[in-house]
């Protein structure tokens, strides 16, 4: 199986920055998708950006604030998050999907980290 761990969270004040990663453990050969979601509190869950062999996509309310970037030797993604807002606040979980070692594929997301964006 594999497990991702998320981490950077945290509280912030409007117009900070935070750096959130995603470490992913497992046998892993090769990724397709790599993102980042989040869930604001009572609201649903949204795509925040993702990350394919042919490029990024990012949800427009984020898009030249939020960028999604990864590390294949360690298997990480990142997520630089700048000029945040409190609309930002939420849990932020990371998610993969590809193949295994074995030749099965699989999809996996983190527990999540949690963003506070407030004065």
């Known amino acids: 199986q594999v497990q991702l761990v998320e981490s950077g969270g945290g509280l912030v004040q409007p117009g900070g920055s935070l750096r959130l990663s995603c470490a992913a453990s497992?046998?892993?050969?090769?990724?397709?998708?790599m993102g980042w979601y989040r869930q604001p509190p009572g609201k649903e869950r949204e795509l925040v950006a993702t990350?394919?062999?042919?490029?990024?996509n990012y949800l427009d309310s984020v898009r030249g604030r939020f960028t999604i970037s990864r590390d294949d030797v360690k298997i990480t993604v990142y997520l630089q998050m700048n000029s945040l807002k409190p609309e930002d606040t939420a849990v932020y979980s990371c998610?993969?999907?590809?193949?295994?070692?074995?030749?099965?594929?699989?999809?996996?997301w983190g527990q999540g980290t949690q963003v506070t964006v407030s004065s």
């Open positions: 998610y993969l999907n590809g193949r295994l070692r074995t030749g099965s594929s699989f999809a996996s």
């Open positions: 497992g046998s892993i050969s090769s990724i397709n998708v």
């Open positions: 990350m394919t062999s042919g490029g990024t």
